[in-house]
């Protein structure tokens, strides 16, 4: 069978094609919008939710889900402004801090759903309310940096023709997808989470250690929200708790329209910067319009996502009958 | 060999689950240099004994020695490092990933970048030719047939260093060719001096294949035998606990069929891309037999039958009217279809074996008319003892019950809704002796009863015995039609093999 055309890549090529075509249609509609500026804008904006996307692609694919990521980024959005400006710590260190507390949070996770098989759902829906709470425990007012460091940082930028240039945090957006598709394809860290999505059973059997792969996508999602977090800081230049609340009904929306699907197995990393990319168009789109109110965005999203939904059924059961038929010449 | 140590030493191996006993302490010895076949019925132990000895479960007690070192693995892929593989019963694989990724999972060649894909690829073909599988490296495993998963399967326990290779009924969706082609390698392997353990429940292949026998019934081990020193009738024997003869009594002497009209006719019906020119008719109190080569649209036809693929050309009458069923009204007008892959898509997992046979039941009423849990338990009890499905207790999860015993239910399921057709797909794959010929008597009451059925089996000599007419399919197309006087194997065969 052609695996170009396959369940796996499809979805992906289809999502392709449609962030094209809204691209260009947004381009005949409103002037200035088809050019290099718009295009790497789209990542720039949305790098925070780029990354937050990228480390929960793993744990879908697993077949499970991450709530707290939304959570996540407030709370390390807020940990270290407070600890820049408070705490006086540099801000490597201080970056540095916020990821090991991304990492521990998804570690712990991880653990209760792998150990005791609890449900990924509801684990870190807890996981939600206690990132939430220890944010709002930090602070309730927004804290405002001011270090040179980490001015120089938020406001450094490779200048490409055209008066675009990609930002500090675009180019950490590329090299988290980079990274995330050489661990997804190259790694058999990668194909073990894969195999887990598929049947976690025969997985378990087929020797994949189940348990420490299934932590390590947790951990993955959690050092990949809080670094989002720290993306959405640089972004804003301030701290502040409840950013991010509700991005993590945004990131699954990306991972699904990328072609990741809820059920685990199916999916792939490039794919969820398609979804974010998507949405990205969309938002700009709605902003260029200036008629348009702000929420036309989630309407938009909302019947997008269906759509997508509507269309990996359809792929699927294609594949199902497909399969039924699939000849079975050995020999 | 060394005589002294054998290659594997199991003594006193204990396990227990909640409520069954499943391993009574049972002593194993595997030589070098040999084929050593496990038998016994459903639920014996054969499997959870493998599965201890792979690390899947902890025993309870017992040691186990390879080479004469004490091992105790925690996970199949300890095993592998103390030179055991395993190709575990039903198939194990990740369905999403493709072939080559399945073979190499969890020891993938790599190099300075991570996975060597054209590594991968390279030992995917070794592999492959080992067991003389010709498909596409790249097609996802989902994709391809039963038996080329199967295949796919033993590469990759092959594709190890081992010195112990265990295969759990490797050969139950393989064709002839299929298992001439795997016990030649596996001769080879013997000959290299590998140990293998062999399950399966195709006493022809023991008497092949195999050059001893130990014999599990009930969690006990019955003993160890020389296979060639071994007949037949007595191995049966020791596998059932009772003798042999009796289980002939169900066998079949008159056919009448009770019915006059066809209920059910197909002329030149099927699916384009599927299986075509399907003609027979069915009245009631007939066993329409469907022979042909794996891949020869056997499974196609069962599911046209049952709607669940719908055809494009030709008539399919269901009581003189033209009908276009999808499975809920085919259940509802009486028809009902038992799965060939019942891992998949036949069982429920995590449901109690109770309301896994209740479920057709249930559909078949209003959802607000729930079966009460008494009458359930009466409808399971029923059904349970008719196939003697052990163990007896229906409360338990049917994921828990051995192979065999998952398709027992499964029949209980459909024999519970008591349909006047009943489509068959393999019902005794990965059954054992006993329980076969059960089935098979079961067929034979039921339809002296006026009952119908259309029976898929690989086994010539069980779709023989219980047809009252052989459809034989070859390419995906019905050709030739036997009666039942005509039927024997030689005609079979021929009408299979024929080239036009
Ligand atoms: N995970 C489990 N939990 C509880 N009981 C189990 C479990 N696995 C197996 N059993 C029980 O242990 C007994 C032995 O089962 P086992 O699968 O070893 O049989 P088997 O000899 O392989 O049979 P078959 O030929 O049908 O595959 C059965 O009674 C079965 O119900
Ligand atoms: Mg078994």
Redesign the interface.
């Known amino acids: 069978m052609n695996r170009f055309l396959s369940q796996e890549r499809l979805p992906v090529l289809i999502t392709s094609v449609v962030a094209i075509a809204m691209f260009l249609i947004a381009g005949f509609k409103y002037d200035n919008f088809l050019t290099l500026r718009v295009f790497f804008n789209l990542f720039s904006d949305n790098a925070f939710l780029g990354i937050v996307a990228v480390g929960l692609t793993f744990v879908i694919l697993t077949g499970g889900i991450d709530l707290s990521v939304g959570s996540m980024v407030g709370c390390s959005s807020i940990m270290l402004a407070t600890l820049i400006r408070d705490s006086q710590v540099a801000p490597p260190l201080a970056v540095g801090i916020v990821l090991a507390f991304g990492c521990l949070i998804g570690l712990t996770q991880g653990f209760l759903i792998a150990r005791f098989e609890l449900q990924p759902f509801l684990v870190t829906l807890a996981g939600l309310f206690l990132c939430r709470g220890i944010a709002l425990r930090i602070s309730q007012q927004s804290v405002q940096i001011d270090h040179p460091l980490f001015d120089q940082w938020a406001s450094f930028s490779i200048a490409l023709p055209q008066k675009s240039s990609l930002s500090f945090a675009a180019l950490l957006l590329f090299l988290v997808v980079g990274i995330g598709w050489y661990l997804s394809r190259l790694r058999p860290f990668g194909r073990a989470i894969y195999a887990i999505g598929g049947n976690r059973q025969s997985a378990e059997l087929m020797g994949v250690p189940v348990r420490k792969t299934l932590i390590g996508a947790y951990v993955i999602s959690g050092i990949c929200a809080a670094l989002g977090g720290v993306v959405f800081t640089l972004y804003t230049q301030s701290g502040n708790a409840v950013s991010g609340t509700g991005l993590e009904l945004d990131a699954i929306a990306a991972v699904v329209i990328g072609g990741t699907l809820l059920r685990g197995g199916y999916g792939s990393v490039p794919g969820s910067l398609l979804g974010v990319c998507v949405l990205g168009i969309v938002q700009t789109a709605i902003t260029f319009d200036g008629t348009l109110s702000s929420w036309w965005t989630k309407i938009v999203i909302g019947v997008l996502l269906l759509g997508f939904l509507l269309l990996q059924r359809w792929i699927e059961s294609a594949a199902l009958s497909r399969r039924a038929l699939a000849p079975s010449g050995t020999n | 060999m060394s005589e002294s140590t054998p290659l594997l030493h199991l003594q006193g191996i204990d396990k227990r689950f909640p409520g069954v006993h499943a391993l009574k302490g049972i002593d194993f010895e595997l030589e070098t240099e040999e084929i050593h076949a496990l038998l016994g019925e459903n639920g014996a132990g054969k499997s959870t004994l493998i599965k201890v000895l792979t690390g899947?479960h902890a025993a309870d007690g017992g040691s186990i020695c390879i080479e004469g070192r004490q091992i105790a693995p925690r996970?199949?892929?300890e095993a592998?490092t103390f030179g055991i593989s395993t190709v575990?019963q039903e198939?194990?694989?990740?369905?999403?990933?493709?072939v080559a990724?399945?073979i190499c999972?969890?020891?993938?060649p790599?190099n300075v970048?991570?996975?060597d894909w054209r590594a991968v690829g390279e030992r995917t073909k070794s592999a492959l030719n080992r067991v003389?599988?010709?498909?596409?490296p790249?097609?996802?495993v989902?994709?391809?047939?039963i038996?080329?998963q199967q295949?796919v399967a033993i590469a990759?326990a092959l594709d190890v260093e081992a010195k112990v290779l265990i295969l759990d009924e490797p050969t139950s969706s393989l064709?002839q060719?299929?298992v001439a082609?795997l016990f030649a390698t596996l001769r080879r392997l013997r000959e290299e001096g590998m140990g293998i353990i062999f399950v399966t429940h195709f006493l022809d292949q023991v008497y092949e294949i195999s050059d001893r026998i130990t014999v599990l019934r009930n969690g006990e081990r019955i003993g160890t035998f020389q296979t060639d020193e071994l007949p037949r009738i007595e191995l049966v024997s020791h596998m059932i606990g009772r003798s042999a003869e009796s289980l002939e009594h169900g066998a079949m002497a008159s056919h009448e069929v009770s019915g006059h009209e066809p209920f059910l006719t197909v002329t030149n019906f099927g699916k384009r891309?599927?299986v075509q020119d399907l003609n027979f008719e069915i009245r009631s109190g007939e066993v329409i037999g469907l022979a042909g080569l794996?891949?020869s649209g056997r499974?196609?036809t069962a599911?046209l039958l049952f709607g669940?693929?719908h055809g494009t050309e030709g008539g399919y009458q269901l009581d003189n009217r033209s009908a276009h069923l999808t499975p809920r009204s085919a259940i509802s007008r009486g028809v009902g279809l038992n799965v060939e892959d019942r891992k998949a898509e036949g069982i429920f997992p995590g449901l109690s074996i109770r309301e896994n046979m209740v479920v057709v039941a249930q559909v078949k009423r209003r959802w607000w008319q729930r079966i009460s849990t008494a009458e359930q338990k009466q409808v399971a009890d029923e059904y349970v003892s008719a196939l003697q499905l052990q163990p007896p207790n229906t409360d338990r999860n049917i994921e828990n019950l051995s192979g065999g015993n998952q398709q027992k239910a499964l029949l209980g399921r459909w024999l519970a809704v008591e349909p006047r057709l009943l489509l068959l797909d393999e019902p005794t794959r990965g059954i054992d002796i006993g329980a076969k010929f059960e089935i098979m008597a079961l067929v034979e009451r039921l339809r002296l009863e006026g009952k119908s059925f259309v029976f898929i089996s690989s086994e010539l000599s069980e779709v023989i015995r219980v047809s009252s007419r052989i459809v034989v399919l070859r390419d995906r197309r019905a050709v030739t039609t036997i009666s039942r006087a005509e039927a024997n194997e030689e005609a079979v065969v021929a009408a299979i093999a024929k080239h036009e």
């Open positions: 899947v996970n199949p892929n592998v575990y198939v194990n694989l990740a369905p999403n990933l493709s990724e399945n999972l969890g020891r993938e790599r970048f991570g996975i003389g599988l010709r498909v596409d790249q097609r996802l989902g994709d391809i047939s038996a080329e295949l990759r064709d060719d299929e082609q891309g599927s794996l891949g499974t196609e599911r669940i693929d």
